[in-house]
């Protein structure tokens, strides 16, 4: 079952997939956070409430959220040619995927702030703390074990989103399991690309976990 497997051709493509993976996390988050932090600060009854930027910020994540990710890889092309020169490889596949990811994120960041007891900010507020110093030493900290768990499910899903990206170019595993695995028949590839990915799934999750319990005070 596990015959015919060119291990040369799978260990490039895992560092594709990891290497599109981390980059993507890592802008997911870096914006990510600040757009979860501006859906929630200035909605209604919050210290910058801002009802026209609320709004415009959530309509923004709505319709990037609501396109299916293989059709927003195709729409990016265009933008991906135009930032890195080229629509083919793993770093052109990094555009579309922190597109269809950071709005996602943004939402479970919103998600996660918005649980916070409103009498934690508002006692922040009479002592006197600014609205900056409220998000970094309020906010921020007493929402972050749901801030990791949130990245890890998105980083989850960035794996599953980079398997996609690769069958139109993108490189990585689920290139290597298509073109390698299923176009030429050979099951071995296709199962060993397969495994690969749910291993990388596994370890994130695991770590992800292992990191929510450590900074979970309660």
């Not at 596990?2 to 599109?20: C, F, H, K, P, R």
């Not at 757009?35 to 929630?40: A, D, F, K, N």
């Not at 890195?84 to 596949?93: E, I, M, N, Q, R």
Request: some cysteine.
């Amino acid at each position: 079952m596990l015959t015919g497997i060119d291990w040369n051709q799978v260990s490039v493509a895992l560092g594709e997939t990891l290497y599109m993976v981390s980059i993507s996390t890592l802008f997911t988050a870096l914006l990510g956070i600040p757009l979860g932090v501006m859906l929630t600060v200035s909605d209604r009854g919050y210290f910058w409430e801002n009802m026209w930027v609320q709004r415009t910020l959530g309509t923004i994540v709505n319709i990037f959220r609501a396109v299916p990710f293989i059709v927003l890889v195709l729409f990016l092309f265009p933008v991906a040619e135009f930032l890195v020169g080229t629509t083919l490889g793993p770093t052109a596949a990094t555009v579309p995927l922190i597109a269809g990811a950071a709005p996602f994120y943004a939402r479970m960041v919103e998600t996660a702030l918005r649980e916070i007891d409103r009498g934690v900010i508002e006692a922040a507020q009479a002592m006197g703390a600014s609205r900056l110093h409220i998000i970094w030493k309020v906010l921020l900290p007493e929402a972050m074990p749901a801030i990791v768990s949130g990245l890890t499910v998105t980083c989850v899903s960035l794996i599953s989103f980079s398997a996609m990206a690769g069958i139109v170019g993108g490189g990585g595993l689920g290139d290597a399991a298509f073109r390698y695995g299923f176009q030429s028949f050979n099951d071995g590839m296709l199962y060993i690309c397969g495994l690969l990915l749910v291993v990388m799934v596994q370890i994130i999750q695991m770590v992800g976990d292992w990191l929510v319990r450590r900074l979970d005070k309660r």
